[in-house]
């Protein structure tokens, strides 16, 4: 049985790298071993389409993570390892998924097995994410703010097409411009994407001196981005059409814009509510009278704090949070109360404290009151 060789010795990465550092290799590596360049070498067609193997599995999380647990039996019949050659494995590569075999067994878009398969364009380009960090202020008022990324777009010289200019495509001579290869595996007659085209169906005669025939090349580009009033930690924006181009021609993918907000030195966000803390004095505790709390919409809030209000009440402010994302209205503004009690007292102030203290009947705290009610109550039932 063949060896089957370590996807990340393929590219020659290690099994820590970005994806950054993978595409890179892979692209090296494709340049190098692309049929296009190595014409009727057989080594070459084959090295080609082992990377192009171990680079589809490594660039899809979702893969790497499988093929890092499993290794290649991930990827074989059933999630495990085939004995011999027979089965859908066979040491090849096998279906990408379930949708695979029964185009193989009942046939594509109308046709059996004897009809022609439909064939396979190049494939769309890989959505790309990108982290944006914030703050409160331009999430509650929404901004528009400009970003850069190196992204691969298509190739100006040869128009994306992968040719260069004045030449063209040719029909693959190993499938015969089907996209697709037969191999007969005992009763099953099994079919796979060609190797040599990637299932264009036709290969490039003289690649463009650009994109060496990818189509595309690495550009920084500047994006303008809208960022609507009321995003939070979590919200995805989509710029349509700004991933990564495809190859030859083949639709870019998306653009994903991850917002992230800064923490807020006065205020906390739950949902489209926002909260804050108010320390006040003790004789305002127990007055009572107004605070003012300034609000994200510039609004200087005037708080009502009632006569002998106690540390850890909240006051509502109906209005005052955060905007509802692409809808009306706004969340409301929750201030907690913190009786400060004072730490430096003047003469004076001791005075008049004592005098305050001399004529106390318990009935100005209740709680406390209460509170040492209950415990001499439980003492005596104690000492009895």
Same mark, same amino acid.
């Given at each position: ?74 990827? +074989? ?71 850069? !990324? ?106 994903? !814009? ?13 949902? +489209? +509510? ?111």
């Amino acid at each position: 049985m063949a060896t089957e060789i370590d996807y990340y010795e393929q590219l020659g990465v290690s099994r820590d790298c970005d994806g950054a550092t993978l595409k890179s290799s892979y692209r090296k590596l494709a340049m190098q071993w692309h049929p296009d360049k190595n014409q009727g070498d057989a080594e070459a067609e084959a090295k080609f389409k082992n990377i192009s193997e171990a680079y589809e599995v490594l660039k899809d999380p979702q893969k790497r993570a499988a093929y890092d647990r499993y290794g290649h039996a991930a990827f +074989t019949n059933g999630g495990g390892n085939n004995a011999g050659g027979g089965g859908f494995g066979g040491g090849q590569q096998g279906f990408s998924d379930i949708g695979d075999i029964f185009e193989t067994i009942f046939g594509g878009g109308g046709g059996g097995l004897g009809g022609q398969q439909r064939q396979r364009g190049p494939a769309r380009g890989a959505d790309l994410r990108y982290d944006m960090e914030i703050s409160l202020e331009d999430a509650f008022h929404g901004k528009k703010t400009e970003i850069e !990324i190196d992204v691969s777009v298509g190739c100006d010289e040869c128009d994306g097409s992968g040719a260069e200019p004045g030449t063209g495509v040719k029909q693959c001579g190993t499938c015969h411009g089907h996209g697709k290869v037969r191999a007969q595996q005992g009763f099953f007659v099994v079919e796979r994407t060609c190797a040599s085209c990637q299932g264009r169906g036709e290969v490039i005669e003289n690649p463009c001196h650009v994109c060496y025939g990818e189509g595309r090349v690495d550009k920084a580009q500047a994006l303008e981005v809208e960022i609507p009033a009321g995003v939070d930690s979590g919200t995805r924006i989509r710029l349509t059409g700004k991933g990564e181009a495809g190859a030859r021609g083949a639709p870019p993918g998306d653009l994903y !814009i991850f917002i992230h907000l800064e923490r807020h030195n006065i205020f906390e966000r739950e949902g +489209t +509510t926002l909260f804050t803390r108010a320390p006040i004095s003790f004789t305002l505790a127990a007055l009572g009278g107004e605070i003012t709390i300034p609000g994200l919409d510039g609004v200087q809030h005037e708080i009502r704090i009632p006569a002998g209000i106690q540390s850890g009440k909240q006051i509502r402010q109906r209005g005052a949070g955060m905007p509802v994302l692409r809808g009306r209205g706004n969340g409301d503004m929750v201030v907690q109360i913190e009786v400060e009690t004072p730490t430096k007292l003047t003469k004076q102030q001791r005075l008049i404290l004592r005098e305050f203290q001399e004529t106390e009947t318990g009935d100005e705290t209740p709680n406390s009151t209460g509170f040492f009610g209950k415990l001499k109550d439980a003492w005596e039932d104690l000492t009895e």
